[in-house]
């Protein structure tokens, strides 16, 4: 495996259901993003964690729950979601959050529909 | 005002057009912008990054940067149907975080 995985792909939840969604990158970069990706909007950071330790949380629903245990793996713990969280949820990941282009590397994303 | 503004498209244009993708943008800190290409069902993959204003080229693109201006661009050269997918710009400032625009959609017709 390579890059950044993704699981599910495609996942489909009712509004009362918890699941998760995994990320795990091979790349071995020290910082990993969840961002939410919905029809003609831009890409919503969720998520940052640097070395674990979360930096960043975007005023997130707390419906949704990020976990970080390590460097390599990333969980979306989802639960009482809404119709309106639909959308296609990114993973990425990154050399470190610091200075420079910090260029990301994406996932291919899990498809989430919420009914 | 969004902080990146990115022509809406969609865009459609024969095999072997030029192709401009823009981006205008209202933080003067912005310092590193990059260009993503998404192809339908998968996530965006980085095509080029530029830190600070000039030309950047690679192949049949040229990333183009005009900082005085607050403005960006991406050249497709002798576009093909491949490079048929949705076009995101980013921008960073120094330990910032990336700010995208909402994307163009190109089709390229054979």
């Known amino acids: 495996e390579t890059g950044v995985t993704q699981t599910p792909r495609h996942l489909v939840m009712g509004m009362t259901n918890k699941k998760s969604l995994k990320c795990e990158q091979h790349?071995?970069?020290?910082?990993m993003y969840w961002y939410k990706q919905s029809a003609k909007k831009p890409l919503e950071l969720m998520f940052v964690?640097?070395?674990?330790?979360?930096?960043e949380n975007n005023s997130v629903p707390s419906r949704f729950s990020p976990e970080c245990p390590n460097s390599s793996h990333l969980f979306l713990h989802l639960h009482t979601l809404q119709p309106e969280d639909s959308a296609l949820y990114l993973c990425?990941?990154?050399?470190?959050?610091?200075?420079?282009?910090?260029?990301?590397?994406f996932g291919a994303g899990s498809r989430l529909t919420v009914l | 005002q969004k902080e990146v503004e990115q022509d809406p498209g969609p865009l459609s244009v024969p095999e072997g057009a030029i192709v401009s993708l823009n981006c205008t943008y209202s933080?003067?800190?912005?310092?590193?912008f990059m260009w993503y290409r998404q192809y339908s069902r998968k996530g965006p993959e980085l095509l080029m990054y530029?830190?600070?204003?000039g030309n950047k080229e690679d192949g049949r693109f040229t990333a183009q940067v005009d900082k005085s201006s607050k403005y960006i661009s991406l050249f497709i050269r002798d576009s093909q149907p491949s490079d048929s997918a949705t076009y995101l710009c980013?921008?960073?400032?120094?330990?910032?975080?990336?700010?995208f625009g909402d994307g163009t959609t190109l089709t390229v017709k054979p």
């Open positions: 990425a990941s990154s050399q470190e959050t610091g200075t420079g282009a910090n260029v990301l590397t």
């Open positions: 790349l071995g970069h020290n910082a």
């Open positions: 964690y640097n070395f674990k330790e979360q930096t």
């Open positions: 933080n003067s800190a912005f310092q590193y």
């Open positions: 530029t830190y600070s204003s």
């Open positions: 980013a921008m960073r400032s120094n330990a910032g975080k990336s700010t």
